[in-house]
């Protein structure tokens, strides 16, 4: 079973995710693919400093995602083209701040990801 701590981290993941693969039009980040579109990070989800950051992470196709490995340097070069080294550089850092949220901190970022998903889908809509 469960703790409220661990079903707090998934409702964020989903969350995240969503807003994530909203935000970039569901396009792969890496190929353009359409196909299968998942939520991939560029600095893995296990450090939680950066887990959440809307900088750390990119619409990819379920093929770039999963074979990161394969495709971890074009999905690199073209984030620093995009972004810079310097804010590479500047996420890499964070990333290994130790951080601990609370269960609380969790399910408020959740909430703030939901209601920018539905900010994002008002504004879809009054198109």
Same mark, same amino acid.
């Given at each position: 079973?469960?703790?409220? =701590? $661990?079903?707090?981290?998934?409702?964020?993941?989903?969350? %995240?995710?969503?807003? +994530?693969?909203? =935000?970039? @039009?569901?396009?792969? %980040?890496?190929? @353009?693919?359409?196909? *299968? +579109? $998942?939520? @991939?990070?560029? !600095?893995?989800?296990?450090? %939680?400093?950066?887990?959440? *950051?809307?900088?750390? &992470?990119?619409? $990819?196709?379920? =093929?770039?995602?999963?074979?990161?490995?394969?495709? =971890?340097? /074009?999905?690199?070069?073209?984030? +620093?083209?995009?972004?810079?080294? $310097?804010?590479?550089?500047?996420? #890499? &850092?964070?990333?290994?701040?130790?951080?601990?949220?609370? #269960?609380?901190? !969790?399910?408020?970022?959740? /909430?703030?990801?939901? *209601?920018?998903?539905?900010?994002? *889908?008002?504004? +879809?809509?009054?198109?």
């Amino acid at each position: 079973m469960k703790t409220r =701590r $661990q079903r707090a981290i998934k409702r964020c993941d989903d969350a %995240f995710s969503r807003y +994530i693969r909203k =935000r970039d @039009g569901n396009v792969c %980040f890496t190929c @353009g693919s359409t196909m *299968d +579109i $998942q939520c @991939g990070h560029l !600095i893995t989800r296990e450090r %939680f400093a950066t887990r959440w *950051d809307p900088a750390n &992470a990119k619409a $990819q196709c379920e =093929r770039c995602n999963v074979l990161h490995e394969e495709s =971890r340097e /074009r999905f690199l070069v073209k984030w +620093i083209r995009q972004y810079s080294l $310097q804010r590479y550089e500047d996420l #890499v &850092a964070k990333s290994w701040e130790v951080t601990r949220y609370s #269960v609380a901190e !969790i399910e408020d970022l959740a /909430r703030k990801y939901n *209601d920018m998903m539905r900010e994002k *889908d008002a504004k +879809i809509a009054a198109r």
